[in-house]
């Protein structure tokens, strides 16, 4: 462990970089010299020799071939540039003595790995990737001393990174990125980059695709600027799926005239115009580096030939553009594909051209591709679909995967704000990982602010995967202590982490669980189990945390803080609460009760509370992210932002009359009152088993009439906190709280009655009617609380914490292995005791995570068996399910971020095993709810809990 | 004409009332007194003898055989009785001179005839038959003298009453009547029959149905005193359709005790006492003069046997039954059971018991019941249903008809205030008379007040249906004219009758379109064709009329118009007018436009109102009819009152960025501003043939950024009333005219565009399209405005004013009368004139009123064909209507008021003709709507109107 002094309290270290360094290396020095002097308050000397130093600790920050002063060190025997020498993207750290120097050597083993050693030396001073975006201001110190940990040659040697190409996408940018670039910049360009590059950067990756919604990258640098300055960082531009040879999407409408009078994007028609089109793009980007996407879609992310063109047709047609594009390449970069990095996407419909079908042949196999990256994709919502096949994966140009944090599309859009928890990321990304999609990751960001947090978590896991994929299992949190340690430094008590920690993995499960975009009134439900007071009480509880810290915080802290956490979450957070009130108002007012107006006032200001948080956000470290929370954001009533809305607020009028409504909470039924067509009691029951020994009882009115009331109760088996009560308009309701006294007696049924007596004169009653000890007519498991966990040759299932929508999940491990059942034994189960009242036929129902087969045409089955039984095969979605937005049942389990299956079993009374063996992958199982057969589950969002 | 001076200005003239006279003559004696006072301020004397008289001019009443003087003036040779000897209720007005005095003989051929000449006093002398009833107060004469239309035989003969028993019943009293009487009167007692009796006896009713939901008539008297009241009156009383011998649906379960411990009402467990129960109905109320319910159902209103009995089963216990009553009623009132009026009513179930089935004969040709009259039913909604075959005419008990004016069951009940139009209750009623319904007449005025309208009508078409019945054909409005005079005296003028009638004939037509019980947001169209506004705009109409009407009128004339008009029109009108806003109110919020809140506050006010006008009407006349209008009475969610309510208003939130919604009125497409998804215009049709001329472009907006909007168009054949205008927040929207300039140009197109610039500096537009010329979709031909009316021997179709949802309808007379067309030139047909753009296919509509079919499984078919086509049979009904609240169609009819019913026809370009042929009875046609095939209508309540 050697120690560096980088400032002693009165200088700081002098930094070398040579003539003969990259450009890039220079300019990111200046960068890191900024990062220094953000923690020291001195900015370090760049220098261009040991010479021109002039303090006693100095730093060189040089590229393998490209520094006279290493090769003198390695003459010297002072460094062993053998460790990094051929390797990728890797740097080394040594401490070392000469000339009465101290001298931090950081060597590159080519650009990006000076590169990234020089960010490593910001991040040792404390200064985050996020010092820009997440205006993650380093802690001020005095002196700056660190450790270099070095291995046993005596230096810190980088890993080579886990992903080849590693990087994001803005995508989408208006209103929010577009607005503020411009704003900020003048344009999207090359000065809006150059912050945008060293972000990706000091992420350590490597590869990016350029704004293209309203942005031609290559052209509004200004002029070839961006692509330019992308080269000189060291960063590989790619363009997005539907881009061909550098032209951006917008590129051709602006341009054709320069090659004929035809518009049309019609391979067929144009060719010519499109090839000559594609060559000057080449002419324009060969020089800098790049992985050029090829094939060819229509314009506007459309299908290239109409609906009508038969499979052979459209291939012929790729195929073609492909040859075309290829010509130019070779013709102008090189006859060697080894050398030219290509990559076609195999998205949307260009799967079918890769498959092919009965009358042609797909591109999968087409030797004109061996070399190519295949780019797979998620379903838009980071759920992975199609993974290679074990054969699949030999393909010699490997695969990608277009992940998405944000999308513009079917079946509702999300851009804006986060809605990615880490632990999705990393079950879906370690299975592509798994799956031999090592090429090339990179994640659709939209307008990227807001993105910084799963965006950290993303490139770690593409730079090291050894240290967070399949390893990293349950690890997530330990990330997020070390992020946030990353942001604040030091500056936060351990409570105050904790309350971090609660507030990011709390908003960001919220968001994941109903996106702010698709929240509406009817989501989690009013009445039934209590949900939506459940849910609306945890937004409640993670906002007051959320609100605390940002009372607690303060300066460069509480900027950081509202960057990158607060507004995210509170913004979030209100909406739900917004939305949920707003379905209590709906529902109250439906049933014709007064309480319905109660909320109005708390809607209202959290719809006005809403525009505040963001407005407020625009404002922050004087309105340096102005525009980025703009982006229409809730009440979604189609697939885009056009329609959005906010809550609309219900008023009910009070009748004339005496009118009271009685209802037990968590229930649709209410009374009115006895007469002839209703004299049945309200009915509540007191499981046997459940903790929940309570009722409430809901005594509304409906009508201007005020009221007393009084409660008798048969038995003293069930109590009651008050006895009487009155109701007036103003009021609209009050509630009683009845409890079970199990040391009572052993009645079964315990009657009682509300006697109501308006001011008027009228009275009315309504009966009350507790059942005690029923049988539960359902049972909640949660699929973490299994009784054996057994696995077979030391595979099998795992909990993930924090995957789940309200906790955490069950999922087999290693991720894409696939059993069949064959004997019980051989294949890893886990198994859940269940003790039921009676024997009966009973629904097991399996709450899954929303997850795509990896395979076309799967299904995801696994197996379930009660008991002795044989097991049965269950599969989780149905046979023609698809991930398009034309299928309901795909668009369904977006939306919710889960589905459910299920099986039916005998169960006997008293003690019963349930097993659940492992089949294909994808299978992710948050509970099983286990229900007497025709009993119907209340409708909810999320299921029971209990 | 003789005349007759009453009051000469000093004196009234003295009445005599002989001691032999009728104790009930003697007691409307005082009642006729106390009107004469009324109009002179002074009180005639009632004295028992001519000797006894002090003035000139003297009033005789009195009843052949029951009048000494009488039987001096007949045999003085001045009266001659035998023009009323022997005959029914009828009286003789003669004037003479007898031993120096002047003298008015009112003479009846019986108690009633007596009773209703001296109200025909009253009448003559300006005294309203709702002098109480609806505060009718007549006009104050100094002197009184009147004329007597005197016969070849100089007197006044009255005709015998058309329908034998006459009258209504008070059903279903509570809150209203109940409350009302307890208040007034301190139950439902005899002082309140007093004046109820009195109102029937004014009518000239003989016949009523006592209130019975919570009230026991024969023992709340106190006592007998109700029963034995009416028998002195003449009011014949009987009792509802499931009351047998005399006994009250009450009485049973209050007195079962008496006759056993067994409290079931059931003929098989518990004959004994349930026999010896009404043995002692009868003993109690043999004495007065009854019609006798007969026969046996469950109570309240319910089936007697389970549902799983066989129609044998049922058929037997009710013949059972009817046979231990008709044994009492030989035992202790008559074995001649011509003297003993019976009266089995055809009701729900017990219909199908009367025709019986394959297994057992029904009830309709039991010897037994030869003498019985036979209660029909309409179908609870003031449609007639099965109604006597010819054979079946000729039963020697004869028919009745139980119709209803107010009703509490399903679909949905009506309680509130009137929704009875006097041209539905006139083509009904002469229906039911002509089908030989002519026995019994009784309706359901529920709680009696505010149906003094319908029932004035009902009673005097009773009375007198030579008049009123198939000769009252369009003779409606004179009656309302005559009605008005007769409650308003000379007091108002010309204009102000008009006014009263508008009123009149407005709130009617609307209530009975939709009653206000079943009105809620989603009745009249918020968009579609302008519907809710046309409504809106008539409703306001109206009402204004009705507000200018209170605020001309004064003292008692205004006392008079709030008592039986006022109230009823604008407490219906108001609601209206709030569901309609309501409707606009939720359309507009649903669309996210802020215009939906400038609704609010009407909405807000018209509810305050709606409390206020009830409030108000319990405070007329010194609270005289408190509670009278205090039912449930909108909103309704289910079948009766538990579930009403007032409209809830929607309060949209702004959304925080720019959002324009352009859209023309009536259409539900509008547009958000252009982009990728949505270039379209939106297009306004102006149709060829077309009166409307006009198009309104509404702009609004969605969000808080204000807008300044710039219109363009592109040819001159379209003019627009301003070219830009703003549209901020608080304004919400600005609504442009464009019209037609048919001189301009021959242009089938025009282009126009909305630019559209924010504050913010955002801009967006709307293309809009203006077809011109183009060919209507549709063509609306109100049925009265045939081009040919065709009759056979006289017959065919009339038109008849006032009976459709929104205008005149026209239907077949006689009303009986059925066709099956053969030639066409044999039955009675109506033919249209239509000339279409363009040859094709069409769909002709033909909007119905709703009807039931004279005959079970009747489908009321009639029949069409255009040009020279073959007639097509068209059915009103389906093959499965039933008139019961399970058939969904029946249902619906009564709830709309309407139904529509097709046939497809070819019509050639250019002129067509359309024939409608008689068919069945019951089908009554207000409009033709003639669309072309596959055209598919807007989605309205009352279907187009042009």
Request: net charge negative; hydrophobic share 35%.
């Amino acid at each position: 462990m050697a120690k560096f002094l980088l400032c002693d309290g009165k200088r700081v270290a002098d930094i070398i970089i040579e003539e003969s360094a990259f450009a890039g290396v220079k300019e990111i020095g200046k960068t890191v010299a900024e990062d220094i002097c953000l923690v020291t308050d001195k900015t370090p000397r760049i220098v261009s020799s040991l010479v021109d130093t002039e303090t006693e600790a100095v730093v060189l920050a040089a590229t393998v071939g490209k520094s006279a002063l290493l090769t003198e060190l390695e003459g010297a025997g002072l460094v062993d540039l053998s460790q990094i020498a051929g390797k990728r993207e890797v740097f080394m750290m040594k401490t070392l003595e000469y000339q009465r120097k101290s001298v931090l050597v950081i060597v590159g083993s080519d650009k990006r790995g000076t590169i990234y050693g020089m960010f490593h030396l910001s991040e040792l001073c404390g200064v985050s990737p996020l010092v820009y975006f997440g205006d993650a201001y380093p802690e001020k110190k005095q002196a700056v001393e660190f450790e270099i940990k070095e291995n046993d040659k005596g230096a810190f040697v980088s890993k080579e990174p886990s992903v080849y190409y590693r990087g994001f996408f803005i995508n989408d940018e208006w209103p929010a990125f577009g607005n503020w670039a411009y704003e900020k910049f003048g344009g999207v360009n090359a000065k809006c980059y150059r912050k945008v590059f060293e972000l990706l950067l000091r992420f350590k990756g490597n590869y990016m695709w350029p704004a293209m919604w309203n942005s031609n990258f290559s052209e509004d640098g200004p002029g070839i600027e961006n692509a330019r300055l992308a080269d000189e960082l060291g960063v590989i531009m790619g363009t997005s799926h539907h881009e061909p040879l550098f032209r951006a999407g917008n590129e051709w409408q602006q341009q054709y005239k320069e090659y004929g009078d035809d518009n049309s994007w019609s391979f067929l028609s144009n060719e010519k115009a499109i090839t000559k089109f594609w060559e000057n793009g080449v002419l324009r980007n060969k020089d800098f580096e790049s992985v050029i996407t090829i094939g060819m879609r229509g314009e506007a992310d459309s299908k290239l030939l109409p609906e009508d063109a038969t499979m052979k047709d459209n291939i012929e047609v790729v195929k073609k553009a492909i040859l075309a594009q290829d010509k130019i390449l070779k013709e102008h970069i090189s006859a060697d594909f080894k050398a030219v990095p290509r990559m076609l996407a195999i998205y949307k419909e260009v799967e079918d051209y890769y498959y092919g079908d009965e009358t042609c042949e797909g591109l999968k196999d087409w030797a004109e591709l061996e070399d190519a990256i295949f780019l797979l994709s998620d379903d838009n919502h980071g759920n992975l679909r199609n993974l290679p096949t074990e054969a699949e994966r030999n393909h010699p140009g490997g695969y990608g995967m277009y992940y998405h944090f944000d999308y513009h599309g079917a079946p509702i859009s999300y851009e804006w704000t986060n809605c990615n928890r880490l632990t999705k990321t990393w079950e879906q990304m370690t299975t592509a990982y798994e799956a031999g999609v090592t090429k090339m990751w990179i994640v659709n960001v939209g307008d990227l602010k807001e993105m910084e947090y799963p965006l950290s978590f993303f490139m770690e896991l593409a730079y090291d995967y050894d240290t967070w994929g399949l390893n990293g299992l349950n690890k997530v949190k330990e990330f997020v202590y070390k992020w946030i340690d990353q942001q604040f430094g030091n500056r936060l008590s351990a409570e105050q982490k904790d309350d971090l920690f609660k507030v990011l993995e709390g908003y960001t499960r919220l968001n994941a669980m109903r996106t702010p975009e698709t929240m509406n009134e009817r989501i989690y439900h009013p009445v039934h189990l209590g949900e939506g007071e459940r849910i609306l009480a945890e937004a409640r509880d993670i906002l007051a945390t959320a609100n605390k810290l940002k009372e607690e915080l303060s300066g460069e802290t509480l900027l950081t803080y509202e960057s990158i956490v607060y507004y995210a979450a509170a913004a979030s957070l209100n909406l739900v609460i917004a939305w949920i009130l707003t379905g209590m108002n709906h529902e109250l007012a439906r049933k014709g009760s007064l309480y319905a107006n109660t909320y109005i006032d708390e809607i209202e200001k959290r719809v006005a509370e809403g525009k505040r948080l963001v407005d407020e956000f625009h404002h922050i470290a004087d309105g340096k992210w102005n525009h980025c929370l703009s982006s229409a954001h809730t009440g979604f009533r189609s697939w885009d932002d056009r329609e959005w809305s906010y809550p609309v607020v219900n008023k009910v009028a009070p009748l004339s009359v005496a009118k009271a409504m009685v209802s037990f909470r968590g229930q649709d039924r209410y009374h009115l009152g006895a007469y002839w067509q209703d004299m049945a009691p309200i009915v509540w029951e007191f499981y046997s088993d459940t903790k929940a020994k309570e009722a409430l009882l809901d005594i509304d009115t409906r009508g201007e009439i005020g009221f007393d009331y009084k409660i008798t109760l048969e038995s003293d088996a069930v109590c009651c906190d008050k006895a009487s009560g009155r109701v007036e308009c103003e009021s609209c309701r009050d509630t009683v709280n009845f409890s079970l006294d199990q040391s009572a007696s052993e009645a079964s049924e315990v009657k009682g009655r509300v006697d109501i007596s308006f001011e008027n004169g009228q009275k009315t009653y309504v009966d009350l009617l507790f059942k005690l000890g029923e049988s539960r007519p359902y049972y909640c498991i949660s699929a973490a609380d299994f009784a054996e966990n057994h696995k077979a040759d030391g595979n099998g299932f795992e909990t993930i914490d924090f995957l789940g929508r309200e906790g955490s999940a069950v999922k087999v491990f290693p991720p894409m292995k696939s059993y069949e059942v064959e004997g019980t034994d051989s294949i890893p189960y886990v198994s859940y005791d269940i003790s039921v009242d009676e024997a009966s036929e009973y629904d097991i129902i399996f709450y899954l995570m929303t997850r795509n087969p990896s395979v076309k045409g799967g299904r995801m089955k696994f197996y379930a068996s009660a008991n002795d039984d044989k097991p049965q095969v269950v599969y989780s979605v149905s046979d023609h399910y698809y991930t398009e937005w034309q299928d309901a049942e795909w668009a369904q389990g977006v939306l919710t971020a889960g589905r459910q299956v299920s099986v039916s079993v005998n169960l006997k009374a008293g003690n019963n095993t349930i097993k659940v063996y492992a089949g294909d992958p994808g299978v992710i199982i948050e509970k099983l709810v286990i229900k007497r057969a025709g009993y119907e589950l209340p409708t909810t969002y999320l299921g029971p809990i209990e």
